[in-house]
């Protein structure tokens, strides 16, 4: 084996990664609050208008991105969308491509969350004159929320972990700059050892933010 | 829309849909397989082996499966390890799966109640007979399940394995759009495959189960004892 290790250059090359850090906590922040933000609508409106045809038309969409790869999800907005005319940059295609994804599994969490909520919850709160949306603030949310954010943020662990696919649509995030360093250094060890031990890193912190969620969370029993 | 373009492409797209299913039976065997010895020597081995398979399992569980895809494409050559694309991206995909696999495996195992393993204790069961006679009938029906559903997982992280030249579907496809610039049509059929693919495991994962049910087996050992 002819390859030396060079470990300073790990050290010379950490700080042009900091522009790719903040770049993959910024597409994960904006996919995932806007794949909340359609979960959440998705799951309520289903619930309001329980009707046939919307919860057709729901399953449909969470079977669809549930079942596609994340790259072919991403590929799509990327290059055919342009095509039918709506023009986005690479850095939004990720994060549509990445929300639409994770939605659906969302929307999945939220929705089986929704039927542990008791009906009486709802008639009760309608008796006592809670208009909807004071309703779904103070009654029903809460509860909703101490159901389904253990899993959702079990899933937003996982949702890190995906926005590594956005380098294969030209988001310069950290995987997409190592494979770019890779390419003109010739390093390939070290700069996969930086991607593997930034990822650990950021996961490792929404795994901490999940145990201190659960922690919180957890009923008080006396 | 125009799909000639893709009619004309068949074969090869026929190949790398061979590829991708390649992969994943590869994947879907293996994973579990490697990630059972791993899952049992953290319940049963020493304390230092199951320190040591935690570890495993929280690296593989934090790091991106295109990132070891990528370790395994570019540093394993630097390690002086030479292997083709396909070997190094499924060596990846089966590394990354085990993580999970590991977990799945560990919670099927700590659903046995501890009494039957103090019971097999008392009865003086070597510790071998105990797993194959009492703990894994019970267990793997616990974890069937959950890794059936990674393996819907898998079958999507193959795709990533295109990134690192292995022909299978999405690589055949991307390759066919930068050919031809026709990415709607491609894309479509691209995912109706994958869809296909995902319905497929879901039909063989409730004929799994049906079959690990406690109430088929009993049924199957009626039939045999009247043969």
Known sequence: MGYDF???????ILPRFQDAIWLTVKLYLCAQLLSIALAFSMAVAGNIWASRPLGRVLGFYSWLFRGLPELIVLLFCFLALPDLGLRLSSFQSAMIGLALVASAYEYEILRGALTSIPAQQYEASRALGFPPGKMWRRIIGPQLMRV???????FACTSLKRTSVASAVAVTEIMGMSRRLIDALQKPFELMAIAMVLYAVLSSIIMIAEVLARRRLALKSE | MDFTVVWTAAPLIAKGIGMTVLLMACVG????????PLALAREFGPAWAGRAVSAFTWAMRAVPTLVLLFFAYFGLPALGIYLSPTLSALGALIVSAMGYNVEFLTSGLRAVPAAQIETCRALGMGQGKMIRRIVLPQALPVAVPPLFSNLTLNLKGTSLAGLVAVPELTSIISGL??????PIELLLVAGAIYLCLNSVLIWLQARVEERL???WRAARAERRAAA
Do not use: H, K
């Open chain 1, 6 to 12: 060079d470990w300073s250059l790990i050290l010379r």
């Open chain 1, 148 to 154: 389904a954010l253990p899993s959702l943020l079990t």
């Open chain 2, 29 to 36: 065997t293996l994973a579990p397989l490697l990630a059972l």
């Open chain 2, 177 to 182: 759009i930068s050919e031809t610039y026709r």
């Open chain 2, 213 to 215: 049910d406690v109430r």
